[in-house]
């Protein structure tokens, strides 16, 4: 359990983390709950979330009819001192808003809800918010960018929603497309900016043009290093929207971050992202995802482990059975006995990792068992990388190919970043 002091306007959160069992390392730790998603423990170092300053934007909502996109990670800390469950320790965006008077007529939705139950690539459906009444529209139903009837009675949207930095997570797509539809019918935005994770790197292959959709509308690497607020301003001053019309957007800033700065989510961001070791190797491991490799889902290890039941059983210790679960309700191999590895205490890394994509399909007993390649053109951005890894080139040799991209793209991400 963790106890944080809060402090007022500033909400500086100093970390005592206290986890059961006296198990001192946080990165693993699951605090898994099969109904709801799961605080994940924290190793926050002051910094103070856009949410959180409500003088800087509050003032921009009163008297006006307000759109908000967010989820479940839309948060912000209470200004007082904390103790007990841990749903204490902040209250939602949606729920400050309105007891601050400002007048929310819509809520729009991403992929897994407004609640973050739904499993990933589950379609959600409109409804209403059981809390507040409030009309809730799913980006990730029947459409994924807000109609300009559901915009029409709206005077501004305010976007919230935790990124991780990956680009086949799908909330930057729900981004670009909502600043589209806002700039079509000329509504103001504002993003409440949040720390990235993993935006202390860039790497990976870039989205080739062929292959843009919701896993990645624009031609950016895999992981791009920037917070959403940033990529938000990119979007717009590189006119990647598709009318190249400019949104009219505004940034509410972070305090106290840099692009270094250690971070723990403090709500799950998705069901199968449950604590920091996920986040860090989901770059790496999300791209099993475009395999029939399991990726941990169906297991309270999700994106840190992997294997599938036709992988050479000689060449593993580990084995896991993947089984229907919260996020997962019909996991990859499912009731079999996967071989692989087990990377739930694997260190920090600052990189995409091929190796164990490679070595997954070096001990696959038939490789043509591995590749969806369809799906896994999507998640890479490119036909490339399987062949490279088919025609059993290293991983170095395969990054060597992504250098000139990654030069190009940090060349544009510099213009654009509000954080040393």
């Known amino acids: 359990m963790a106890f944080f002091k809060v402090y007022k306007s500033t909400v500086f ?108 690539g589950e379609k959600v459906s409109d409804g209403v918010d059981a809390k507040t009444g409030l009309p809730l529209i799913s980006l990730y139903g029947k459409n994924r960018k807000p109609s300009t009837e559901q915009l ?65 509308l624009t031609e950016i690497p895999l992981v791009y290093g920037m917070t959403i607020g940033e990529y938000a301003r990119m979007i717009n001053e590189e006119k990647w929207l598709s009318s190249q019309k400019k949104a009219d957007l505004k940034i509410i800033r972070l305090e106290n971050y840099t692009h270094d700065t250690p971070y723990s989510l403090v709500v799950r961001p998705s069901p199968n992202l449950p604590n920091d070791t996920s986040v860090n190797l989901y770059p790496s491991l999300g791209l099993f995802e475009g395999t029939n490799i399991n990726a941990g889902r169906g297991t309270e290890r999700q994106f840190q482990r992997y294997g599938a039941s036709f992988l050479d059983s000689t060449q593993y210790s580990f084995s896991y059975v993947p089984a229907p679960n919260f996020g997962s309700k019909h996991p990859k191999e499912e009731g079999k006995k996967c071989f692989g590895k087990d990377l739930s205490d694997f260190p920090r890394i600052s990189e995409v990792s091929l190796k ?54 940090n060349q544009i991400r510099e213009k654009y970043l509000l954080y040393p």
């Open 356 to 409: 164990w994509l490679i070595d997954a399909y070096s001990n696959a007993l038939n490789k043509a068992e591995v590749f969806n390649t369809s799906g896994f053109t999507k998640h890479a951005g490119t036909e490339k990388l399987q062949k490279q890894i088919e025609a059993g080139l290293s991983e170095e040799e395969i990054k060597q190919t992504w250098q000139n991209d990654l030069g190009t793209f």
């Open 152 to 216: 029409q009675d709206l005077d501004i949207v305010v976007f919230d929603i935790q990124d991780v930095g990956v680009r086949f997570y799908t909330y930057i797509a729900t981004l670009q497309l909502v600043m589209e539809a806002c700039a079509e019918n000329d509504i103001p935005m504002l993003v409440l900016d949040r720390p990235n994770p993993n935006g202390h790197y860039v790497d990976g292959p870039t989205m080739e043009a062929a292959h843009t959709g919701f896993l990645g």
């Open 13 to 120: 959160i100093w970390f005592l983390v206290l986890v059961a069992c006296g198990n001192q390392e946080n990165k693993g730790k699951i605090i898994a709950s099969h109904k709801a998603p799961a605080v994940i423990p924290h190793l926050l170092k002051q910094v103070v979330v856009a949410a959180n300053r409500t003088d800087k934007y509050v003032p921009l909502l009163k008297g006006k009819k307000v759109g908000v996109v967010a989820n479940q990670t839309s948060v912000l800390f209470k200004n007082a001192e904390m103790s007990g469950p841990t749903s204490s320790l902040y209250v939602h965006l949606v729920d400050s808003l309105l007891s601050l008077n400002v007048e929310i007529k819509t809520v729009f939705a991403p992929e897994h809800g407004f609640r973050g139950e739904a499993d990933a």
